[in-house]
């Protein structure tokens, strides 16, 4: 069993739709989450971190953490061309999340014009 | 501020042989991380450096794959001999410590093995 689970295939959302993102781990152990952002050819570059159960909001995004249901997920509202990406969820034992972070495999979501 | 520093970006290799990857973090940056990236797929953690020492390299396959960071800087990445299936982006990221800090990602080292 892979430790994050992304299994939602390409998203494809009209421009200032929201768009969805669903990710499930396995450790329990798991303290710290992480959403990043990967444009094709690029490397990954942090959006969102969340570290206890409930909504963090940061602009038009919106991450949201179940520990109970091992549930973490990311809204982005009023999605744009440029939230064209791979989003990568990740996961680490650690509180503060720096030590054996586990990635998930990443969904593509497709912001049409 | 300069980023995390990589080279090089691109390589095509025969399987079988060898490849060395280099990677320059952040400055002051006391962490640093190798990933494998394989199309389509998310990193995968390799190993995980706290300026000299080694804190994490239980997915290292270490009959091929090492890595050394030489006075807690630079590091370097080499596999011998490559196989097929190494192709992917190799991956280098740096933080300011271990913990509560943000991880910051090279451009990485694409690999193919032919």
């Known amino acids: 069993q892979k430790e994050v689970e992304q299994n939602s295939g390409p998203l494809s959302v009209p421009e200032g739709a929201i768009a969805s993102l669903n990710c499930t781990y396995s450790?329990?152990?798991?303290?710290?989450f992480f959403w990043y952002r990967q444009y094709s050819g690029k490397s990954p570059e942090l959006i969102m971190s969340i570290y206890s159960n409930g909504d963090k909001e940061d602009g038009r995004f919106t991450a949201q953490l179940n520990k109970a249901s091992q549930y973490v997920s990311l809204l982005i509202r009023d999605s744009q061309p440029s939230d064209s990406a791979t989003y990568l969820c990740?996961?680490?034992?650690?509180?503060?999340?720096?030590?054996?972070?586990?990635f998930g495999k990443g969904n593509q979501v497709v912001v049409i014009p | 501020e300069a980023g995390v520093a990589q080279s090089p970006r691109y390589k095509i290799i025969e399987k079988r042989q060898s490849v060395a990857f280099w990677c320059n973090p952040i400055?002051?940056?006391?962490?640093l991380y190798w990933y494998q990236q394989i199309l389509g797929q998310g990193p995968k953690l390799l190993i995980q450096f706290q300026n000299n020492g080694v804190v994490d390299d239980s997915q290292l396959p270490k009959d091929r794959f090492s890595a050394e960071r030489l006075k807690g800087v630079d590091s370097t990445l080499k596999i011998q001999p490559a196989k097929l299936e190494d192709s992917a982006v190799y991956l280098c990221a740096s933080s300011f410590r271990g913990l509560g800090n943000t991880i910051y990602f090279g451009e990485g080292s694409w690999l193919t093995v032919v």
């Open positions: 990740a996961a680490s034992p650690s509180y503060y999340g720096n030590n054996r972070l586990a």
């Open positions: 450790d329990r152990g798991s303290q710290s």
């Open positions: 400055s002051g940056h006391a962490t």
